[in-house]
Nanobody, 127 residues
Framework: QVQLVESGGDLVQPGGSLRLSCAAS????????IGWFRRAPGKEREGVACIDSSDGSPYYADSVSGRFTISRDNAKNTVYLQVKDLKPTDTALYYC????????????????????WGQGTQVTVSS
């Protein structure tokens, strides 16, 4: 059974940090681009980061560039999203997703098709 399971979400204060994990089972990640999306209440889904399967190059949305870092550990079949300097506007349900391609779309990533989705992990930034 194919699954993506996120973990690591929490309630943190502004300026705080978290590491989100996306663990895959039922397939191997190394042939997939893996991305992180988020959806805040009342807002559209936003694709915030993606990592290429070809060479591990990352893509970041402008809203998180410089604060979020995506990485993958193919041996553990897991992708991570290190988030720092969190802001209240980062509050959202964070999902990971996988698509069998070499390179993440750099245009309109938020609306890109994905083959597999996780259920999400909640990140809440509040004082």
């Amino acid at each position: 059974q194919v699954q993506l399971v996120e973990s690591g979400g929490d309630l943190v204060q502004p300026g705080g940090s978290l590491r989100l994990s996306c663990a895959a089972s039922g397939f191997t990640l190394d042939s997939y681009t893996i991305g992180w999306f988020r959806r805040a209440p009342g807002k559209e889904r936003e694709g915030v980061a993606c990592i290429d399967s070809s060479d591990g190059s990352p893509y970041y949305a402008d809203s998180v560039s410089g604060r979020f870092t995506i990485s993958r550990d193919n041996a553990k079949n897991t992708v991570y999203l290190q988030v720092k300097d969190l802001k209240p506007t980062d509050t959202a349900l964070y999902y990971c997703a996988a698509e069998a391609r070499l390179v993440c779309p750099r245009q309109d990533y938020s609306h890109s098709d994905q083959e597999y989705w996780g259920q999400g992990t909640q990140v809440t930034v509040s004082s």
